[in-house]
Protein backbone atom coordinates (compact mmCIF):
# COMPACT_ATOMS: atom_id res chain seq x y z
CA UNK A 1 0.00 0.00 0.00
CA UNK A 2 1.34 3.55 -1.05
CA UNK A 3 -1.43 6.20 0.53
CA UNK A 4 -0.96 10.02 1.63
CA UNK A 5 -2.56 10.84 4.54
CA UNK A 6 -3.13 14.42 3.53
CA UNK A 7 -4.13 14.28 -0.41
CA UNK A 8 -6.30 11.66 -2.11
CA UNK A 9 -3.81 9.80 -3.74
CA UNK A 10 -2.85 6.08 -3.98
CA UNK A 11 -0.92 3.24 -5.12
CA UNK A 12 -1.99 -0.01 -4.16
CA UNK A 13 -1.45 -3.88 -5.17
CA UNK A 14 -2.27 -7.49 -3.95
CA UNK A 15 -0.79 -10.70 -5.10
CA UNK A 16 -1.24 -14.09 -4.18
CA UNK A 17 -0.36 -17.88 -6.00
CA UNK A 18 -1.24 -21.32 -4.46
CA UNK A 19 0.21 -23.98 -5.74
CA UNK A 20 -0.88 -28.01 -5.94
CA UNK A 21 1.00 -30.45 -7.45
CA UNK A 22 1.80 -29.40 -11.17
CA UNK A 23 -0.86 -26.98 -11.00
CA UNK A 24 -0.55 -22.99 -9.76
CA UNK A 25 -3.54 -20.63 -9.64
CA UNK A 26 -2.46 -16.69 -9.42
CA UNK A 27 -4.19 -13.71 -8.41
CA UNK A 28 -2.67 -10.10 -8.87
CA UNK A 29 -4.54 -6.68 -8.99
CA UNK A 30 -3.34 -3.27 -8.84
CA UNK A 31 -5.29 0.24 -8.33
CA UNK A 32 -4.50 3.67 -8.32
CA UNK A 33 -6.58 6.85 -7.46
CA UNK A 34 -6.12 10.43 -7.79
CA UNK A 35 -8.40 13.30 -6.05
CA UNK A 36 -6.72 16.65 -6.78
CA UNK A 37 -8.26 19.69 -5.88
CA UNK A 38 -5.76 21.85 -7.32
CA UNK A 39 -5.53 21.57 -11.47
CA UNK A 40 -5.24 24.12 -14.10
CA UNK A 41 -3.86 25.44 -17.42
CA UNK A 42 -1.28 28.15 -18.23
CA UNK A 43 -1.62 28.16 -22.37
CA UNK A 44 -0.32 30.87 -25.04
CA UNK A 45 -1.54 30.04 -28.46
CA UNK A 46 -0.80 32.19 -31.14
CA UNK A 47 -2.47 32.49 -34.73
CA UNK A 48 -1.04 33.82 -37.82
CA UNK A 49 -4.01 34.02 -40.03
CA UNK A 50 -4.27 34.25 -44.04
CA UNK A 51 -4.42 37.71 -44.44
CA UNK A 52 -1.49 38.22 -42.77
CA UNK A 53 -3.06 39.70 -39.43
CA UNK A 54 -1.93 37.99 -35.82
CA UNK A 55 -3.38 37.08 -33.24
CA UNK A 56 -2.21 35.69 -29.69
CA UNK A 57 -4.39 34.16 -26.81
CA UNK A 58 -3.55 33.60 -23.40
CA UNK A 59 -5.22 31.07 -21.23
CA UNK A 60 -4.87 32.11 -17.41
CA UNK A 61 -6.12 29.32 -15.51
CA UNK A 62 -8.22 28.76 -11.88
CA UNK A 63 -7.16 25.49 -9.71
CA UNK A 64 -10.02 23.31 -10.69
CA UNK A 65 -10.83 19.12 -9.39
CA UNK A 66 -9.13 16.22 -11.19
CA UNK A 67 -10.42 13.04 -10.42
CA UNK A 68 -8.91 9.14 -11.50
CA UNK A 69 -8.81 5.66 -11.02
CA UNK A 70 -7.12 2.87 -12.77
CA UNK A 71 -7.68 -0.52 -11.85
CA UNK A 72 -6.24 -3.82 -12.97
CA UNK A 73 -6.58 -7.24 -12.39
CA UNK A 74 -5.25 -10.28 -13.25
CA UNK A 75 -6.68 -14.08 -12.81
CA UNK A 76 -3.85 -17.46 -13.44
CA UNK A 77 -3.44 -20.52 -13.91
CA UNK A 78 -0.83 -23.10 -15.05
CA UNK A 79 -0.09 -26.61 -15.91
CA UNK A 80 3.68 -28.41 -16.43
CA UNK A 81 5.03 -31.32 -16.75
CA UNK A 82 8.63 -30.87 -16.15
CA UNK A 83 10.42 -30.91 -19.49
CA UNK A 84 7.66 -31.70 -21.40
CA UNK A 85 4.68 -28.99 -21.75
CA UNK A 86 3.52 -26.13 -20.13
CA UNK A 87 -0.13 -23.99 -20.32
CA UNK A 88 -0.71 -20.91 -18.63
CA UNK A 89 -4.28 -18.98 -19.20
CA UNK A 90 -4.54 -15.42 -17.89
CA UNK A 91 -7.78 -13.57 -17.42
CA UNK A 92 -7.21 -9.88 -17.18
CA UNK A 93 -9.67 -6.35 -16.90
CA UNK A 94 -8.50 -3.20 -17.29
CA UNK A 95 -10.09 0.00 -16.17
CA UNK A 96 -9.02 3.59 -16.45
CA UNK A 97 -11.11 6.07 -15.63
CA UNK A 98 -11.23 9.75 -15.70
CA UNK A 99 -14.25 11.12 -14.03
CA UNK A 100 -13.73 14.86 -14.09
CA UNK A 101 -11.44 16.73 -15.49
CA UNK A 102 -11.97 20.21 -15.06
CA UNK A 103 -10.35 23.43 -16.30
CA UNK A 104 -11.84 26.99 -15.46
CA UNK A 105 -9.57 29.85 -17.53
CA UNK A 106 -9.84 33.56 -18.19
CA UNK A 107 -9.05 33.35 -22.04
CA UNK A 108 -7.74 36.66 -23.33
CA UNK A 109 -5.74 38.85 -26.03
CA UNK A 110 -2.10 39.16 -24.92
CA UNK A 111 -1.86 42.25 -23.00
CA UNK A 112 -5.63 42.90 -22.81
CA UNK A 113 -7.04 41.10 -19.89
CA UNK A 114 -10.11 43.67 -20.11
CA UNK A 115 -11.60 41.75 -23.50
CA UNK A 116 -11.13 37.84 -21.85
CA UNK A 117 -13.71 35.43 -21.90
CA UNK A 118 -14.06 32.74 -19.11
CA UNK A 119 -13.43 29.43 -20.85
CA UNK A 120 -14.51 26.16 -19.19
CA UNK A 121 -13.11 22.80 -20.36
CA UNK A 122 -14.69 19.73 -18.86
CA UNK A 123 -14.42 16.66 -20.36
CA UNK A 124 -14.64 12.76 -18.89
CA UNK A 125 -13.96 9.47 -19.90
CA UNK A 126 -13.32 5.66 -19.52
CA UNK A 127 -12.14 2.12 -20.71
CA UNK A 128 -13.17 -1.23 -19.67
CA UNK A 129 -10.86 -3.80 -21.08
CA UNK A 130 -11.11 -7.60 -20.33
CA UNK A 131 -8.94 -9.88 -22.09
CA UNK A 132 -7.93 -13.79 -22.42
CA UNK A 133 -4.52 -14.88 -22.86
CA UNK A 134 -3.82 -18.31 -23.46
CA UNK A 135 -0.14 -19.54 -23.62
CA UNK A 136 0.85 -23.25 -24.59
CA UNK A 137 4.83 -24.38 -25.07
CA UNK A 138 5.56 -28.29 -25.68
CA UNK A 139 9.13 -29.59 -25.52
CA UNK A 140 9.84 -32.47 -28.10
CA UNK A 141 12.25 -34.57 -28.94
CA UNK A 142 15.96 -33.66 -29.99
CA UNK A 143 15.65 -30.25 -28.37
CA UNK A 144 12.80 -28.98 -30.84
CA UNK A 145 9.67 -27.45 -28.95
CA UNK A 146 6.53 -25.18 -30.15
CA UNK A 147 5.40 -22.20 -28.37
CA UNK A 148 1.93 -21.03 -28.90
CA UNK A 149 0.16 -17.83 -27.58
CA UNK A 150 -3.79 -16.54 -28.52
CA UNK A 151 -5.01 -13.17 -26.81
CA UNK A 152 -8.45 -11.85 -27.75
CA UNK A 153 -8.88 -8.79 -26.32
CA UNK A 154 -12.49 -6.25 -25.98
CA UNK A 155 -11.88 -2.48 -25.51
CA UNK A 156 -15.28 -0.34 -24.72
CA UNK A 157 -14.31 2.97 -24.51
CA UNK A 158 -16.47 6.34 -23.27
CA UNK A 159 -15.57 9.99 -23.65
CA UNK A 160 -17.78 13.19 -23.20
CA UNK A 161 -15.99 17.20 -23.18
CA UNK A 162 -17.93 20.26 -23.17
CA UNK A 163 -16.13 23.67 -23.65
CA UNK A 164 -17.66 27.00 -24.10
CA UNK A 165 -16.44 30.32 -23.95
CA UNK A 166 -18.36 32.92 -22.58
CA UNK A 167 -18.38 37.22 -22.19
CA UNK A 168 -20.58 38.97 -19.23
CA UNK A 169 -23.60 38.17 -21.43
CA UNK A 170 -23.55 35.45 -24.40
CA UNK A 171 -22.21 32.09 -24.82
CA UNK A 172 -19.71 32.68 -27.67
CA UNK A 173 -18.72 29.15 -28.35
CA UNK A 174 -20.70 25.95 -27.38
CA UNK A 175 -19.42 22.78 -28.26
CA UNK A 176 -20.08 19.41 -27.03
CA UNK A 177 -18.91 15.91 -27.58
CA UNK A 178 -19.70 12.47 -26.79
CA UNK A 179 -17.98 8.94 -28.05
CA UNK A 180 -18.92 5.23 -27.70
CA UNK A 181 -16.24 3.12 -28.86
CA UNK A 182 -15.94 -0.93 -29.61
CA UNK A 183 -13.18 -2.76 -30.51
CA UNK A 184 -12.43 -6.32 -30.86
CA UNK A 185 -8.83 -7.72 -31.35
CA UNK A 186 -7.10 -11.22 -31.94
CA UNK A 187 -3.46 -11.95 -31.62
CA UNK A 188 -2.01 -15.18 -32.29
CA UNK A 189 1.29 -16.17 -32.71
CA UNK A 190 3.03 -19.63 -33.06
CA UNK A 191 6.91 -20.43 -33.27
CA UNK A 192 8.83 -23.39 -33.72
CA UNK A 193 12.43 -24.03 -31.68
CA UNK A 194 15.74 -25.71 -32.76
CA UNK A 195 19.10 -26.45 -31.28
CA UNK A 196 22.08 -27.33 -32.82
CA UNK A 197 25.21 -27.22 -31.56
CA UNK A 198 26.58 -24.31 -33.63
CA UNK A 199 23.49 -22.23 -32.11
CA UNK A 200 19.38 -22.35 -31.92
CA UNK A 201 17.08 -21.57 -35.19
CA UNK A 202 13.42 -19.95 -34.40
CA UNK A 203 10.28 -19.66 -36.88
CA UNK A 204 7.22 -17.65 -36.14
CA UNK A 205 4.26 -16.61 -37.34
CA UNK A 206 2.31 -13.75 -35.85
CA UNK A 207 -0.63 -12.45 -37.35
CA UNK A 208 -3.18 -10.07 -35.66
CA UNK A 209 -6.72 -9.15 -36.61
CA UNK A 210 -8.96 -6.22 -35.41
CA UNK A 211 -12.58 -4.78 -35.77
CA UNK A 212 -13.53 -1.40 -34.63
CA UNK A 213 -16.79 0.71 -34.19
CA UNK A 214 -16.54 4.52 -32.87
CA UNK A 215 -19.80 6.75 -32.43
CA UNK A 216 -19.19 10.47 -32.74
CA UNK A 217 -22.19 12.75 -31.46
CA UNK A 218 -22.21 16.26 -30.42
CA UNK A 219 -20.94 18.85 -32.66
CA UNK A 220 -19.09 16.44 -34.93
CA UNK A 221 -21.85 13.54 -36.10
CA UNK A 222 -19.97 10.44 -37.36
CA UNK A 223 -19.29 6.81 -37.12
CA UNK A 224 -16.27 4.53 -38.06
CA UNK A 225 -15.98 1.18 -39.23
CA UNK A 226 -12.07 0.14 -39.10
CA UNK A 227 -10.75 -3.48 -39.86
CA UNK A 228 -6.99 -3.26 -39.53
CA UNK A 229 -4.93 -6.62 -39.55
CA UNK A 230 -0.82 -7.33 -39.52
CA UNK A 231 0.79 -10.72 -40.45
CA UNK A 232 4.55 -11.42 -39.79
CA UNK A 233 6.33 -14.41 -40.58
CA UNK A 234 10.38 -14.13 -39.42
CA UNK A 235 13.37 -16.56 -38.78
CA UNK A 236 15.74 -16.75 -35.95
CA UNK A 237 19.25 -17.83 -35.79
CA UNK A 238 21.25 -17.31 -32.31
CA UNK A 239 24.58 -19.14 -31.57
CA UNK A 240 28.01 -18.10 -29.93
CA UNK A 241 31.60 -18.65 -30.80
CA UNK A 242 33.70 -18.60 -27.93
CA UNK A 243 33.54 -14.87 -26.31
CA UNK A 244 31.67 -13.74 -29.82
CA UNK A 245 27.43 -13.95 -29.70
CA UNK A 246 25.07 -13.25 -32.47
CA UNK A 247 21.41 -13.45 -33.65
CA UNK A 248 20.60 -13.39 -36.99
CA UNK A 249 16.65 -12.57 -38.23
CA UNK A 250 14.78 -12.19 -41.16
CA UNK A 251 11.28 -11.81 -41.65
CA UNK A 252 8.56 -9.73 -43.73
CA UNK A 253 4.95 -7.82 -42.40
CA UNK A 254 1.74 -7.87 -44.43
CA UNK A 255 -0.09 -4.62 -43.04
CA UNK A 256 -3.69 -4.25 -43.95
CA UNK A 257 -6.37 -1.43 -43.34
CA UNK A 258 -9.79 -0.64 -44.80
CA UNK A 259 -12.48 2.20 -43.84
CA UNK A 260 -14.93 2.16 -46.10
CA UNK A 261 -13.67 1.95 -49.40
CA UNK A 262 -10.07 3.76 -48.12
CA UNK A 263 -7.43 1.92 -46.92
CA UNK A 264 -3.78 0.39 -47.71
CA UNK A 265 -2.25 -2.94 -48.02
CA UNK A 266 1.63 -2.37 -47.65
CA UNK A 267 4.53 -5.40 -47.56
CA UNK A 268 8.04 -4.83 -46.07
CA UNK A 269 11.21 -6.70 -45.41
CA UNK A 270 11.97 -6.82 -41.36
CA UNK A 271 16.17 -7.77 -41.17
CA UNK A 272 17.44 -7.97 -37.55
CA UNK A 273 21.09 -8.55 -36.57
CA UNK A 274 22.30 -8.36 -32.47
CA UNK A 275 26.22 -9.10 -31.87
CA UNK A 276 27.58 -9.16 -28.53
CA UNK A 277 31.48 -9.51 -27.64
CA UNK A 278 32.61 -10.66 -23.78
CA UNK A 279 36.41 -8.86 -23.58
CA UNK A 280 36.16 -10.54 -19.69
CA UNK A 281 34.25 -11.15 -16.71
CA UNK A 282 34.12 -7.71 -16.23
CA UNK A 283 33.13 -5.99 -19.57
CA UNK A 284 31.47 -6.73 -22.98
CA UNK A 285 30.07 -4.89 -26.02
CA UNK A 286 26.81 -5.22 -27.39
CA UNK A 287 25.26 -3.92 -30.65
CA UNK A 288 21.39 -3.98 -32.06
CA UNK A 289 20.43 -2.78 -35.54
CA UNK A 290 16.86 -3.56 -36.70
CA UNK A 291 14.28 -2.39 -39.74
CA UNK A 292 10.33 -2.70 -39.59
CA UNK A 293 6.94 -1.11 -40.39
CA UNK A 294 4.96 0.37 -38.14
CA UNK A 295 1.27 0.78 -39.05
CA UNK A 296 -0.75 4.06 -38.35
CA UNK A 297 -2.59 3.86 -35.30
CA UNK A 298 -6.26 3.86 -35.76
CA UNK A 299 -7.12 7.18 -34.31
CA UNK A 300 -4.77 8.78 -36.58
CA UNK A 301 -6.70 7.45 -39.85
CA UNK A 302 -9.98 8.27 -38.17
CA UNK A 303 -12.37 10.13 -41.07
CA UNK A 304 -13.89 12.25 -38.33
CA UNK A 305 -13.42 15.75 -37.83
CA UNK A 306 -13.47 17.13 -34.14
CA UNK A 307 -13.72 20.52 -32.91
CA UNK A 308 -11.25 21.90 -29.80
CA UNK A 309 -11.92 25.23 -29.35
CA UNK A 310 -13.46 28.26 -31.16
CA UNK A 311 -10.22 28.43 -34.08
CA UNK A 312 -8.83 24.89 -33.91
CA UNK A 313 -10.16 21.44 -35.16
CA UNK A 314 -8.52 17.88 -35.42
CA UNK A 315 -9.26 15.84 -37.97
CA UNK A 316 -8.37 12.34 -38.67
CA UNK A 317 -6.59 11.00 -42.11
CA UNK A 318 -7.61 8.11 -44.06
CA UNK A 319 -4.64 8.23 -46.42
CA UNK A 320 -1.92 7.29 -44.21
CA UNK A 321 0.41 4.49 -44.86
CA UNK A 322 3.17 2.54 -42.64
CA UNK A 323 6.40 4.15 -41.44
CA UNK A 324 9.40 2.62 -42.15
CA UNK A 325 11.58 2.50 -38.77
CA UNK A 326 15.31 1.85 -39.11
CA UNK A 327 16.77 1.08 -35.35
CA UNK A 328 20.53 0.52 -34.34
CA UNK A 329 22.39 0.84 -30.83
CA UNK A 330 25.73 0.46 -29.54
CA UNK A 331 25.97 -0.71 -25.35
CA UNK A 332 29.19 -1.13 -23.49
CA UNK A 333 29.02 -2.27 -19.78
CA UNK A 334 31.71 -2.16 -17.25
CA UNK A 335 32.26 -3.36 -13.90
CA UNK A 336 34.48 -4.06 -11.35
CA UNK A 337 34.31 -4.07 -7.37
CA UNK A 338 32.15 -1.43 -6.42
CA UNK A 339 32.48 0.11 -9.77
CA UNK A 340 30.18 0.15 -12.58
CA UNK A 341 29.27 1.61 -15.69
CA UNK A 342 27.84 1.55 -18.76
CA UNK A 343 27.50 4.27 -22.09
CA UNK A 344 24.55 3.49 -24.63
CA UNK A 345 24.79 5.51 -28.50
CA UNK A 346 21.56 4.89 -30.16
CA UNK A 347 20.43 6.18 -33.36
CA UNK A 348 16.67 5.95 -34.42
CA UNK A 349 15.16 7.21 -38.47
CA UNK A 350 12.01 6.63 -39.28
CA UNK A 351 11.40 7.05 -43.20
CA UNK A 352 7.74 9.01 -43.86
CA UNK A 353 6.69 9.21 -40.33
CA UNK A 354 3.57 10.03 -39.16
CA UNK A 355 3.63 12.81 -37.90
CA UNK A 356 1.30 16.16 -37.24
CA UNK A 357 0.65 18.86 -40.18
CA UNK A 358 -1.05 22.37 -39.44
CA UNK A 359 -3.60 23.70 -42.15
CA UNK A 360 -5.79 26.52 -42.39
CA UNK A 361 -8.84 26.86 -43.94
CA UNK A 362 -11.67 29.51 -43.34
CA UNK A 363 -9.50 31.36 -41.04
CA UNK A 364 -9.74 27.79 -38.82
CA UNK A 365 -6.37 26.22 -37.74
CA UNK A 366 -6.84 22.33 -38.99
CA UNK A 367 -4.71 19.98 -36.81
CA UNK A 368 -3.83 16.40 -38.53
CA UNK A 369 -1.20 14.27 -39.32
CA UNK A 370 0.31 12.89 -42.49
CA UNK A 371 2.79 11.19 -43.85
CA UNK A 372 6.06 13.65 -43.88
CA UNK A 373 10.16 13.34 -44.94
CA UNK A 374 11.86 12.13 -42.22
CA UNK A 375 12.66 11.69 -38.44
CA UNK A 376 15.70 11.19 -36.44
CA UNK A 377 16.77 11.28 -32.99
CA UNK A 378 20.27 10.24 -31.99
CA UNK A 379 20.80 9.47 -28.20
CA UNK A 380 23.97 9.04 -26.20
CA UNK A 381 23.64 8.12 -22.44
CA UNK A 382 26.36 7.55 -19.51
CA UNK A 383 25.53 5.66 -16.64
CA UNK A 384 27.73 5.56 -13.59
CA UNK A 385 27.18 3.74 -10.28
CA UNK A 386 29.23 3.33 -6.91
CA UNK A 387 29.04 1.16 -4.41
CA UNK A 388 27.95 -0.30 -1.50
CA UNK A 389 30.57 1.97 0.05
CA UNK A 390 31.23 0.36 3.75
CA UNK A 391 28.30 -1.77 2.75
CA UNK A 392 25.95 1.21 3.56
CA UNK A 393 26.31 3.88 0.90
CA UNK A 394 25.25 3.26 -2.90
CA UNK A 395 25.30 6.64 -5.49
CA UNK A 396 23.80 6.34 -9.06
CA UNK A 397 24.24 8.74 -11.95
CA UNK A 398 22.74 9.09 -15.64
CA UNK A 399 23.34 11.43 -17.95
CA UNK A 400 22.42 12.14 -21.70
CA UNK A 401 22.56 13.77 -24.50
CA UNK A 402 19.51 13.18 -26.93
CA UNK A 403 19.56 15.29 -30.76
CA UNK A 404 16.51 15.46 -33.32
CA UNK A 405 15.88 16.59 -36.37
CA UNK A 406 12.20 16.41 -37.67
CA UNK A 407 11.84 16.95 -41.09
CA UNK A 408 7.88 17.60 -42.64
CA UNK A 409 6.59 18.02 -46.05
CA UNK A 410 6.67 22.10 -45.24
CA UNK A 411 8.90 22.43 -42.15
CA UNK A 412 12.16 21.32 -40.69
CA UNK A 413 12.97 21.35 -37.12
CA UNK A 414 16.16 20.33 -34.69
CA UNK A 415 16.04 20.50 -31.14
CA UNK A 416 19.04 19.04 -28.71
CA UNK A 417 17.62 18.33 -25.13
CA UNK A 418 20.81 17.52 -22.25
CA UNK A 419 18.99 15.30 -18.85
CA UNK A 420 19.85 13.74 -16.11
CA UNK A 421 19.21 11.20 -13.15
CA UNK A 422 20.93 10.52 -9.71
CA UNK A 423 20.11 8.51 -6.65
CA UNK A 424 21.42 8.36 -3.37
CA UNK A 425 20.74 5.29 -1.12
CA UNK A 426 21.89 4.43 2.25
CA UNK A 427 21.53 1.62 4.15
CA UNK A 428 22.01 0.98 8.07
CA UNK A 429 21.07 -2.30 9.80
CA UNK A 430 17.11 -2.13 9.42
CA UNK A 431 17.05 1.45 7.47
CA UNK A 432 16.87 2.29 4.46
CA UNK A 433 16.73 6.55 3.37
CA UNK A 434 16.92 6.87 -0.27
CA UNK A 435 16.67 10.14 -2.37
CA UNK A 436 15.88 10.54 -6.11
CA UNK A 437 16.16 13.31 -8.71
CA UNK A 438 15.85 14.20 -12.48
CA UNK A 439 15.33 16.91 -14.96
CA UNK A 440 13.38 17.61 -17.96
CA UNK A 441 14.10 14.59 -20.13
CA UNK A 442 12.10 15.92 -23.36
CA UNK A 443 11.20 14.23 -26.20
CA UNK A 444 10.53 16.51 -29.70
CA UNK A 445 8.72 14.91 -32.77
CA UNK A 446 6.84 16.58 -35.71
CA UNK A 447 6.73 20.21 -34.57
CA UNK A 448 5.72 19.49 -30.99
CA UNK A 449 8.22 19.67 -28.10
CA UNK A 450 6.99 17.42 -24.96
CA UNK A 451 8.92 18.30 -21.86
CA UNK A 452 9.65 15.38 -19.72
CA UNK A 453 9.12 15.18 -15.78
CA UNK A 454 11.21 17.28 -13.20
CA UNK A 455 11.05 16.12 -9.80
CA UNK A 456 12.56 14.29 -6.68
CA UNK A 457 11.42 12.18 -4.12
CA UNK A 458 12.88 11.50 -0.53
CA UNK A 459 12.19 8.31 1.13
CA UNK A 460 12.79 6.24 4.19
CA UNK A 461 12.25 2.69 4.80
CA UNK A 462 11.94 0.47 8.02
CA UNK A 463 12.20 -3.52 7.33
CA UNK A 464 11.32 -5.98 10.42
CA UNK A 465 10.92 -9.69 8.93
CA UNK A 466 8.66 -9.84 5.92
CA UNK A 467 7.17 -5.88 6.96
CA UNK A 468 8.27 -2.68 5.78
CA UNK A 469 6.97 0.36 6.29
CA UNK A 470 8.23 3.69 5.45
CA UNK A 471 6.81 7.16 4.25
CA UNK A 472 7.85 9.27 1.03
CA UNK A 473 7.59 13.09 -0.05
CA UNK A 474 7.47 14.09 -3.73
CA UNK A 475 8.99 17.13 -4.51
CA UNK A 476 9.65 18.19 -1.16
CA UNK A 477 11.70 21.28 -2.15
CA UNK A 478 9.22 22.93 -4.77
CA UNK A 479 6.07 25.10 -4.68
CA UNK A 480 4.39 23.93 -7.79
CA UNK A 481 4.66 20.73 -10.00
CA UNK A 482 4.42 21.41 -13.62
CA UNK A 483 4.17 19.63 -17.33
CA UNK A 484 3.90 20.93 -20.64
CA UNK A 485 4.52 21.17 -24.26
CA UNK A 486 5.17 23.68 -26.89
CA UNK A 487 4.52 23.41 -30.68
CA UNK A 488 6.34 25.22 -33.55
CA UNK A 489 4.20 25.37 -35.94
CA UNK A 490 4.69 28.40 -38.20
CA UNK A 491 0.71 28.89 -38.44
CA UNK A 492 -0.39 28.46 -34.54
CA UNK A 493 2.74 28.19 -32.72
CA UNK A 494 1.89 27.57 -28.81
CA UNK A 495 3.61 26.95 -24.97
CA UNK A 496 1.09 24.90 -22.61
CA UNK A 497 1.65 24.03 -19.15
CA UNK A 498 -0.52 21.87 -16.81
CA UNK A 499 0.15 22.52 -12.84
CA UNK A 500 -1.03 20.22 -10.22
CA UNK A 501 -0.47 22.30 -6.51
CA UNK A 502 -0.93 18.85 -4.74
CA UNK A 503 2.45 17.27 -6.86
CA UNK A 504 4.64 19.20 -4.13
CA UNK A 505 5.44 18.18 -0.89
CA UNK A 506 3.32 15.34 -1.31
CA UNK A 507 3.37 12.83 1.56
CA UNK A 508 2.83 9.11 1.54
CA UNK A 509 2.95 6.38 3.99
CA UNK A 510 3.97 2.83 2.18
CA UNK A 511 2.99 -0.23 4.16
CA UNK A 512 4.23 -3.95 2.29
CA UNK A 513 4.07 -7.32 3.79
CA UNK A 514 4.58 -10.24 2.30
CA UNK A 515 4.59 -13.66 3.86
CA UNK A 516 4.46 -17.70 2.57
CA UNK A 517 4.31 -21.35 3.57
CA UNK A 518 4.08 -24.93 2.56
CA UNK A 519 7.15 -26.15 -0.58
CA UNK A 520 8.60 -24.34 -2.54
CA UNK A 521 7.10 -24.19 -6.72
CA UNK A 522 8.53 -22.85 -9.47
CA UNK A 523 6.38 -22.21 -12.17
CA UNK A 524 7.13 -21.94 -16.39
CA UNK A 525 7.90 -18.47 -17.66
CA UNK A 526 5.94 -17.86 -20.63
CA UNK A 527 8.35 -16.28 -23.89
CA UNK A 528 5.32 -14.61 -25.73
CA UNK A 529 3.46 -11.64 -24.08
CA UNK A 530 0.94 -10.06 -26.72
CA UNK A 531 -1.67 -7.03 -26.11
CA UNK A 532 -3.96 -4.65 -27.28
CA UNK A 533 -4.08 -1.38 -25.57
CA UNK A 534 -5.20 1.35 -28.55
CA UNK A 535 -9.15 1.76 -28.58
CA UNK A 536 -8.84 3.88 -31.76
CA UNK A 537 -10.62 6.79 -30.58
CA UNK A 538 -10.33 10.33 -32.29
CA UNK A 539 -9.69 12.93 -29.12
CA UNK A 540 -10.84 16.54 -29.52
CA UNK A 541 -9.52 17.95 -26.04
CA UNK A 542 -6.41 20.37 -26.19
Do not use: C
Request: avoid cysteine; hydrophobic fraction near 25%.
Amino acid sequence: MNNSPHVSFGNNQVSAKVNHKKSEMGLYYWGMYRGLDHTWRENSETFNFDNGESLTRVEDGTPRPWKMNYHYLNLNYSYQEPEKWFFNVNANYNIQNTPKMEFNSLLYPIGNPAQGVSMKDYSSSSDHTPSIDLYYERTLKNKQSLIFNVVGTYIDSSSKRTYTEKDDIDTLTYIRSNIDGNKYSLIGEGIYEKEFKPGKLSVGLKHTQSFTNNEYTGNSIAQTEMRQSETYMYTEFQGKIKKFGYSVGVGGTRSWFSQEGDGYQNYTFRPSLRLKYNFNDNSFLRYKGEMYSSAPSLSDLSNVTQIIDSLQIRRGNTNLKPVMMYNNSVYYDYHKGLFSGNLTVAHYYQKNPIMEETLRENNKFIRTKDNQRNWQKLNTELELKAGPIKDILTLSFTTGISHFDSNGNTYTHSYTNWYYRAEVMANYKAWTGIFQIQNHKNDFYGETLNYGENFHILMLMYKHKQLSVGAMMINPFVDNWRQGSESWSKYAPSKDWMHIRESSRLLSINLTYSFSFGRQYKSGQKKLNNSDKESGIVNGGK
